[in-house]
């Protein structure tokens, strides 16, 4: 696995698995066969309402605590600083961790900033190893940088070869926010496993269109957090390291970028 260091210094995996619509057995089994695959972060959050079993998966994969890398998010049901802080506590439990190694707020809340007052202090209580954001536009993640004290060390948004974001990449990057990548497969939506340009380079290379489409976001520096539940393509999905895209291929994806979301709930912030 390769890793990114974080603002503060935390190695970070570039590549983890998204559990956004795993549940019970199949989410256990998911999250311990990934670890054991080599699968170093895992990615949940409240609202998935799968943390207990992501916690189950990761004792039942018997991996040492301090190579795993978890990240969870906390949500609009938490929004005041109060809430937030008990919150925090939920997940710690839910997961049988005593420490979270990533906490997010899940999206931009107007009560965000004293939600984020709970994540800075749990963050210097060590309960956390570092602290974001996620769904945070160029206008919201300015405002909201002007009132916190900690730079959040990630901005989890939605990006992949149809929403490709470099513009909020750039201005992330100025401040020292990492960008990671959510549905980086985009889902599968609008047929990207047979999308011609990823097969024709992929073809190149020996990959696949998702491992195209994955590569082309950690080249960049994005992490991603693709998630699947079979075997052959969690492997397929980590097997992005051995090969560079040239400048002429990046060049190529970036014609596909429609530069707006599939999903229209993001809509609403
Ligand atoms: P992804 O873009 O990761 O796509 C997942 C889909 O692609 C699944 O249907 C999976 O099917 C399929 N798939 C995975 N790998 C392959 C492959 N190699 N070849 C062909 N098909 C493949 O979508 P998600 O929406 O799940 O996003 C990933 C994660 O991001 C979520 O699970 C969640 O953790 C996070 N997320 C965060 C959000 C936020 O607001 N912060 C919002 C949405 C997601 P199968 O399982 O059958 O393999």
Request: hydrophobic residues 40%.
């Amino acid at each position: 696995m390769k890793y990114t260091q974080l603002n503060n210094g935390v190695l970070m995996p570039l590549v983890g698995i998204g559990t956004w619509n795993l549940r019970n057995e199949e989410c256990i089994e998911t999250v311990s066969k990934a670890i054991q695959l080599g699968y170093r972060l895992i990615d949940t959050a409240q609202m998935y309402g799968n943390e207990k079993e992501v916690g189950l998966g990761i004792l039942k994969s018997r991996i040492d605590r301090q190579e795993l890398f978890v990240t969870t998010k906390i949500y609009r049901i938490s929004n005041s600083y109060e809430k937030a802080k008990k919150a925090i506590d939920i997940s710690l439990k839910n997961l049988q961790l005593d420490y979270i190694d990533l906490l997010l707020l899940h999206e931009p809340y107007v009560q965000g900033p004293q939600m984020y007052k709970a994540l800075e202090e749990a963050y210097k209580e060590g309960k956390i190893k570092a602290i974001g954001i996620s769904n945070y536009d160029e206008k919201w993640y300015q405002n909201f940088i002007k009132e916190c004290s900690i730079i959040p060390a990630i901005n989890q948004v939605e990006a992949h070869i149809n929403f490709q974001k470099w513009e909020l990449q750039e201005i992330l990057e100025q401040h020292g926010t990492l960008m990671q990548a959510w549905s980086p497969l985009a889902q599968g939506i609008g047929n990207i496993f047979k999308n011609s340009t990823l097969v024709f380079i992929g073809k190149k290379y020996n990959k696949s269109p998702a491992q195209i489409a994955l590569r082309f976001l950690v080249q960049r520096g994005i992490a991603v957090i693709p998630k699947s539940s079979k075997e052959s393509r969690l492997m397929e999905n980590i097997d992005i390291f051995d090969f560079k895209l040239t400048h002429e291929d990046i060049e190529t994806i970036k014609q596909l970028d429609k530069n707006r979301t599939l999903f229209s709930w993001t809509e609403s912030f």
